[in-house]
């Protein structure tokens, strides 16, 4: 084959394909390789490599003497497995590997190289974004696991291990099943039907099992995986943690049905004192006023709950919150083991600690500089029994408002049946004293 023939059929090779000199020299390159280099580098002129420029594969600069082509050459010994990077005119760059082969004659001297040039761009870019997915889904919170078309597990990530306590080879090979809970086993066959049919399920929330037979909330996403020919062949699942929101919305919904409980039982309290109110004031202005001042304990009371998530509030917080109003802290004392009240005690020790604040306010302590208030509580009866007791000693003559007023209905009748207990009001010249006494079941939260 003579070389004209010869150069032809280099010249129309898909691969890109030039010979120097033994100097490095261009001396014939075919059009693939014009093609590689964006350019076409001068035949005599040009040594090495026609690249505009090139670079090693982390980026930095390579000079054309440093390239597999020139150390072939140089060192008379064939390089090859080194990439390296090749940047056209344009600013485009194209990942290669040089084949470089030394050329001689019959005499066995070296008279130039033949160098191939294999764009492995698209092959490096795979392999670049193959690494950047294993890295994100090994990295990811998620438990992201592949299982073939039999649930057998495949894959298994730190997140799966985090979520579920298995490790990735105590739980590869297993059955996808060992995660579902017995009386949700119907749940696998028919998202096995969805993926071989290619349908992808979406923010599927079920219940898994947890190595240590916990079970947990989660969230599925299940997506088909396909071969090369587009065939479904297994899945893919990402699984989310959602039982702290699970948990989260059951306790809001608690917390709304008791809202909604307390709410109808404020309306039944402020219906009752419109009522009374009513029929104890004589113009339509004290009544107004009355009814306001009630109306707004009522808020104080459940002022407290709502910023304990109802769960209620220490007898405390409750006489301090009823006072406020009067200013006068100062004058009381308050003495008692620290019992934290169910939210109906809340409500109705709150209306008979206004009730007294307010008849004080009017003819007593507060309204004077003189006297003290002192409010003790304890617990007798093996922990059975509450007891209380609001003393008010030392102030102005005593006088209470209507001998039958609301006031008077509040404590001696409405706040100790609505606690399944008794209560008494006691007076004498210069001395009153309110004593409740109820179960503990009615009055404290149970201790967890």
């Known amino acids: 084959m003579d070389s004209f023939s010869r150069d032809s059929i ?53 000079r054309h003497d440093e390239c597999p082509m020139a150390i072939t050459l140089r060192e008379k010994q064939e390089v090859r497995g080194l990439e390296a990077i090749a940047e056209r005119p344009d600013g485009s760059r194209v990942t290669f590997l040089p084949y470089p082969v030394l050329l001689r004659n019959r005499l066995g001297e070296i008279v130039g190289a033949l160098n191939m040039l294999l764009d492995v761009t698209s092959q490096t870019e795979e392999e670049e974004s193959a ?53 949700r086993s119907n749940e696998e066959p028919g998202i096995v039907e969805r993926i071989r049919a290619g349908e992808r399920i979406d923010h599927y929330e079920t219940i898994r099992l947890r190595k240590d037979g916990s079970r947990i909330h989660v969230s599925l996403t299940v997506s088909p995986v396909k071969n090369s020919a587009g065939r479904v062949i297994g899945a893919s699942k990402i699984a989310r943690d959602i ?64 910023h ?39 409500q109705y020790l709150g209306i008979a600690f206004h009730e007294l604040a307010t008849n004080s306010a009017k003819y007593g302590v ?33 006088k209470l408002g209507r001998k039958q007023g609301f006031g008077k209905t509040v404590l001696e009748r409405v706040t100790p049946l609505s606690l399944g207990g008794e209560g008494i009001l006691g007076t004498s010249p210069n001395r009153i004293v309110w004593t409740v006494r109820a179960p503990m079941e009615n009055i404290a939260v149970p201790l967890a």
């Open 10 to 62: 280099i010249m129309s090779l898909p691969a890109a394909v030039y010979t120097t000199d033994t100097s490095g020299i261009i001396t014939f390159y075919n059009k693939a390789a014009a093609e590689l280099w964006g350019r076409e580098p001068k035949i005599g002129e040009d040594e090495w490599c026609g690249s505009w420029k090139l670079y090693w594969p982390d980026g930095t600069p390579m």
């Open 131 to 183: 690494q950047r997915l294993a890295a994100i889904v090994e990295s990811s919170d998620d438990a992201i696991i592949s299982k073939d078309l039999t649930g057998t597990i495949k894959s298994w990530n730190k997140g799966a291990e985090r979520i579920f306590g298995y490790a990735a080879d105590e739980i590869i090979g297993r059955p996808i099943t060992v995660l579902i809970p017995f009386d």
């Open 243 to 306: 039982t702290d929101k699970k948990e989260t919305e059951e306790r809001i919904l608690m917390l709304m049905r008791e809202v909604n409980h307390r709410v109808k039982n404020q309306y039944a309290v402020i219906l009752s004192m419109i009522r009374e109110t009513s029929n104890r004031t004589s113009n339509t202005a004290e009544f107004e006023q009355q009814i306001r001042e009630r109306i707004m304990a009522l808020a104080r009371s459940h002022d407290l709950l709502v």
């Open 308 to 346: 304990a998530e109802w769960r209620g509030a220490t007898i405390s917080e409750l006489i301090l919150a009823q006072i406020k109003p009067f200013g006068n802290e100062a004058s009381i004392t308050l003495t008692g083991p620290p019992i934290v009240l169910q939210p109906n005690a809340v």
């Open 366 to 398: 507060f309204s004077a500089e003189c006297g003290n208030i002192t409010v003790d509580w304890h617990v007798g009866e093996e922990g059975r029994s509450f007891y209380l007791a609001w003393t008010e000693s030392g102030g102005p003559p005593v």
